[in-house]
T-cell receptor, first 113, second 115 residues
């Protein structure tokens, strides 16, 4: 157990819908990263937050957004869902956000029908 | 941006043999290289990492080597066991640069250890 929690574990929804994935970092960690894992694209970095502020952006679609709250949990919002958005979504946390190891949560498996 | 290439994509060994997985990276500023093990349907687990101020790091049966000049790093697993079977990912990061620690991953290696 890494200490990073994610909910829900599974999510099944229809195209065009909107979902919210939630992540709680390890106690004391200030930085949260979101990654998408699909069969054909591997693990892709989406976005990073550090102590409530966006710090780095990767290949994140405009239909996706995220935020980190004062209690440091983070939410990833996916809207206008398409079949191709089906994937495993992981969040990871690290202590300071730059020079520290990243520990991954159990992931949310999103299926878009 | 950073690009990480990982080889081989699949690796099959007999129990007790050694396994080696190699990665190359493109950004010479990268200086942090973790390796993750991922079992089917589970989260990636950090198994070992290396920073650019060292050339080799060992942890029991696992070792990682880094060649900054050639921009490649490798994972070595000795005395493999069936429970080592999983997908292994290498990654690279430039924590001090504008990437702020985001990891760029290789495509993964499916390791199968036959009893």
């Amino acid at each position: 157990d890494s200490g990073v929690t994610q909910t829900p574990k599974h999510l099944i929804t229809a195209t065009g819908q909107r979902v919210t994935l939630r992540c709680s970092p390890r106690s004391g960690d200030l930085s949260v990263y979101w990654y998408q894992q699909s069969l054909d694209q591997g693990l892709q970095f989406l976005i990073q937050y550090y102590n409530g502020e966006e710090r780095a952006k990767g290949n994140i679609l405009e239909r996706f957004s995220a935020q980190q709250f004062p209690d440091l949990h983070s939410e990833l919002n996916l809207s206008s869902l398409e079949l191709g958005d089906s994937a495993l979504y992981f969040c990871a946390s690290s202590a300071e956000g730059s020079h520290d190891e990243q520990f991954f949560g159990p992931g949310t498996r999103l299926t878009v029908l | 941006g950073e690009n990480v290439e990982q080889h081989p994509s699949t690796l099959s060994v007999q129990e007790g043999d050694s396994a080696v997985i190699k990665c190359t990276y493109s950004d010479s500023a990268s200086n942090y290289f973790p390796w993750y093990k991922q079992e089917l349907g589970k989260r990636p687990q950090l198994i070992i990492d290396i920073r650019s101020n060292v050339g080799e790091k060992k942890d029991q049966r696992i070792a990682v080597t880094l060649n900054k000049t050639a921009k490649h790093f490798s994972l070595h697993i000795t005395e493999t066991q069936p429970e080592d079977s999983a997908v292994y990912f290498c990654a690279a990061s430039d924590p001090g640069g504008t990437s702020y620690g985001k990891l760029t991953f290789g495509q993964g290696t499916i390791l199968t250890v036959h009893p």
